[in-house]
């Protein structure tokens, strides 16, 4: 018996190094597990861009470390610990005797204010005790004051060094809180080494200022030799530059300019172009000062160093400022050509309005980077990655996935083996029922189901032909449809099949060949049978409207059979765009490129119309702001769409040239609005779902393995409908009953509401990944008031208009705001 007590106690120790009475001693190794097989990537290597973060990590001399509790005398689990650049040193809360409960948290001071955008945490090397699990991470100027976390979120069970992104902002403390213990094994919480990154170039919630009268003056600038004014910062045109004086006898270095805004403006960030006819005068050092007179100019505001290449810079403040003049001073040349300086083009960006721009919440941590999501009828989210966390590779037989819960914030992460189907790289659709169909990808003849309602994963039949980057459709009848997917199972005839609501089982429809549907990519099949765009209509039949140039009626009976539907107006291909239903019979097309990457991508967006009773009609909307391939789009409940990331040259696993402001397109005048910019960037295997309470989620991003692109994170963003002008939440309307779990096509629901509402409409919910998303749409509904608060309101008797599956029904009233959403399964 006491044999066994000495056994229990030891077990329940965070160290192995012996019991309370006896002599602290390290870690013992964790015994051998298995370990994942090395991946064998279908795509080439991640790009050098990939290879490093885009913000710097923070020098760390003179920072101190602070926790809330340490392990002091059963070993040296310091706080300090985290900054001796010792990975076999840890920080630990204190373990013995009585050990602190959770939560625990450790504090850096960095003495100084500096622009911080993500912690990077270490887990120790020698034991899984104490890794972090939930967590929350928090900012402060003095140490005292800290207000809401910037990050929460959950990490991975693994001792790979984890990246805990967020908006940048000036800050002189980091507190990161562990909540939980990743491995439930005790109250415990460690951290080898903690790293900060800096200013990553790209301001979160900013809009850009206007430049209308805004003038620039220089310390110097080239007149003789040619014309490089100040004056042409701000042109708009990025073929002209200012430059520092270089005929004759050059100016030294430092040079500045500065821009007058002719008034006072909240300013928070600055961004440089610069000069695209060659490197000479490129910035690298540089700082950043303000003034409200144009005579006294403060301390800086920003500084550091810019990288010597092309891509626009940026400079996040380290607080938001009030100045009529911002002043950037070059103190060297990026490349040590010479003692030059120049910009193509110089923006400033202030705080973004929340009842124009919209706002964004605070960054959400997933174990795993979200490469695929699906909105459950429970209020959760399922997301998942491939079968590794935070890479992909091979046929392994096994997924990681993981459930956020939007009621309560949590997320929890589940290896799924038992279907033996790797779910990277799928095609997706959300049954008619509300299960989850999951199709190919890395196990390429692979299907599985997931049932929201008991929580389970279960295989279906294999598919005919195996398939990877296949697109997926419900369709009217309840069964599901597929095509294309190249890139995993072999190249080229990836025809179409069906898959059985009813027997569970595939036909192949030798009368739908894949060719008529591909782009005209060089890498041929492997490529141009990607991502493509579906919509179910009535009678099994599917439009096919992308992403190349030419659509395609599809039926689904029989064998099958695909007949030209037209071109897509004067669009060109447009692989990795989106096409978004945003009404009955109407869907917006946008973005992409003529290629899967390195092509420049396309400002471009048209609409396609099928209520013309004969071919579809395609016409060329207002254009993007930005270019924008491996963007995601989403319908919201007043028919706007909103896009977000993307890339102007899409290259798989780079952040580089990504587009960081999201925008907003209206049907009733077909222009897009900038939104509030975004705090990550969100390209390659990144995702976006409207959410019942009428936000939308924006995660995910790389799965590289060792590279800095992974964005194991997301955040919600709040549109403009919701919000005051003061950033408070409107005054919802509230469905107070009458929506049924399930309801029939042509069905009439007896609605009552708080209060008056407007108008009703249902948004079906999205799966997405790899910036397609063939499950929304959003379909208004004929309602009449039948007394105060209750309203008749009628499901569309068409299946293929009001497609069977989950949808979100939202009560709008009068001013455009929504109702939270009930969902239903309609069907």
Not at 66 to 90: C, H, K
Not at 575 to 587: E, S
Request: with cysteine; charged share 15%.
């Amino acid at each position: 018996m006491l044999f066994a007590l000495i056994v229990v106690l030891a077990a329940l120790l965070p160290l192995t190094g012996g019991l309370p009475w006896a002599q602290a001693a390290p870690d013992a190794a964790p015994a051998p597990v298995a370990t994942d097989p090395p991946p064998a990537p279908h795509h080439p290597a991640a790009p050098a861009s990939a290879m490093a973060p885009l913000a710097p990590e923070l020098p760390r001399d003179g920072w101190t470390a602070a926790a809330s509790d340490e392990e002091t005398a059963a070993e040296n689990g310091r706080a300090a610990n985290v900054l001796d650049g010792n990975t076999a040193t840890i920080w630990h809360s204190k373990w013995s005797g009585t050990a602190a409960p959770l939560p625990h948290h450790i504090t850096l001071d960095m003495h100084r204010t500096a622009v911080v955008s993500a912690l990077v945490y270490q887990p120790r090397t020698n034991s899984a005790n104490g890794r972090i699990g939930q967590y929350a991470v928090h900012l402060s100027s003095d140490g005292s004051t800290w207000g809401a976390a910037v990050a929460t979120g959950t990490l991975a069970d693994d001792a790979t060094t984890k990246t805990l992104s967020f908006a940048p902002k000036g800050a002189r403390f980091i507190r990161l809180t562990a909540v939980t213990e990743a491995g439930n094994r005790g109250p415990w919480s460690s951290a080898a080494e903690i790293n900060l990154l800096g200013d990553p170039g790209a301001p979160a919630s900013v809009v850009d200022l206007p430049r209308e009268g805004w003038t620039a003056t220089a310390s110097d600038q080239e007149t003789t030799s040619a014309d490089n004014r100040a004056a042409l910062a701000l042109d708009g045109d990025a073929d002209t530059m200012w430059h520092s004086k270089w005929s004759g006898t050059p100016t030294a270095l430092p040079h500045h300019i500065t821009i007058d805004m002719q008034t006072n403006r909240a300013v928070s960030a600055l961004s440089y172009q610069p000069r695209r006819s060659g490197a000479n005068g490129r910035i690298g050092a540089y700082s950043i000062t303000t003034s409200t007179d144009g005579t006294t100019f403060g301390a800086p505001v920003a500084g550091g160093t810019w990288k010597d290449d092309d891509t626009v810079k940026g400079a996040t403040f380290t607080r938001t400022v009030t100045a009529r003049y911002v002043r950037l001073t070059a103190t060297s040349e990026a490349g040590n050509r010479g003692p030059w300086s120049s910009a193509a083009e110089l923006r400033l960006s202030g705080p973004a309005q929340p009842a124009v721009h919209g706002s964004w919440g605070k960054l959400t941590g997933f174990p795993l980077v979200p490469v695929a999501a699906a909105v459950l009828p429970n209020n959760k989210m399922l997301v998942w990655s491939a079968y590794g966390i935070d890479r992909f590779g091979g046929s392994n037989g096994y997924t990681q996935t993981a459930i956020w819960d939007l009621t309560t914030g949590t997320v929890s992460q589940r290896r799924i083996e038992n279907t033996r189907h790797d779910m990277f790289c799928p095609g997706i659709a959300i049954l008619r029922d509300g299960r989850i169909l999951v199709t190919g990808g890395s196990n390429a003849e692979r299907a599985s189901i997931y049932d929201p309602a008991t929580d389970a994963w279960t295989s279906t039949a294999d598919m005919n032909i195996p398939r990877g980057y296949q697109a997926m459709t419900t369709l009217s009848t309840g069964d599901a449809f597929v095509l294309g997917g190249s890139w995993s199972g072999g190249n080229g005839n990836k025809g179409g099949e069906v898959w059985s609501a009813a027997s569970g089982t595939w036909r192949t429809l030798s009368g739908v060949p894949v060719t008529t549907t591909m782009t005209a990519d060089p890498a041929g099949p492997y490529r141009a049978d990607n991502h493509q765009w579906l919509h179910a209509t009535s009678g099994g039949r599917v439009l096919h409207l992308g992403p190349s140039k030419q659509m395609n009626w599809i039926s689904t009976t029989g064998h099958g059979s695909i007949s030209p539907a037209g071109n897509r107006a004067d669009s060109a291909d447009a692989m990795n765009g989106n096409a978004v239903a945003y009404d009955t019979g109407k869907l917006l097309t946008l973005g992409g490129a003529t290629a899967y990457e390195n092509t420049p991508a396309t400002r471009r967006a048209y609409t396609v119309d099928l209520n013309s009773g004969g071919q579809p009609l395609a016409a060329r909307t207002g254009d993007m702001a930005y270019a924008r391939s491996f963007a995601n789009s989403v319908v919201m409940p007043d028919g706007k769409v909103a896009t977000f990331g993307g890339q102007s040259n899409p290259l798989p696993f780079s952040d580089a040239t990504s587009a960081m402001t999201p925008e907003i397109w209206d049907p009733a005048t077909g222009k897009f609005t900038r939104m509030a910019s975004m705090a990550v960037p969100r390209n390659y295997h990144s995702v976006a779902s409207l959410l019942p309470d009428g936000r939308i989620f924006s995660g995910g991003g790389g799965l590289c393995g060792d590279c800095a692109t992974n964005h194991a994170d997301g955040a919600v963003f709040t549109p403009p409908y919701l919000l005051n002008a003061d950033g408070t939440e409107k005054t919802r309307p509230v469905i107070t009953g009458g929506v049924p779990a399930r309801a029939a096509n042509g069905a009439q629901l007896t609605v009552t509401t708080d209060s008056s509402v407007a108008s009703f409409v249902l948004v079906r919910a999205g799966a997405a990944t790899h910036s397609t998303d063939n499950d929304q749409r959003r379909v208004p509904l004929t309602s009449r008031q039948t007394g105060t608060g209750a309203y008749e309101v009628t499901i569309p008797t068409d299946p293929g208009v009001a497609l069977p599956g989950t949808y979100m029904l939202f009560a709008m009233n009068a001013q455009g705001v929504p109702s939270t959403a009930k969902l239903l399964t309609v069907g």
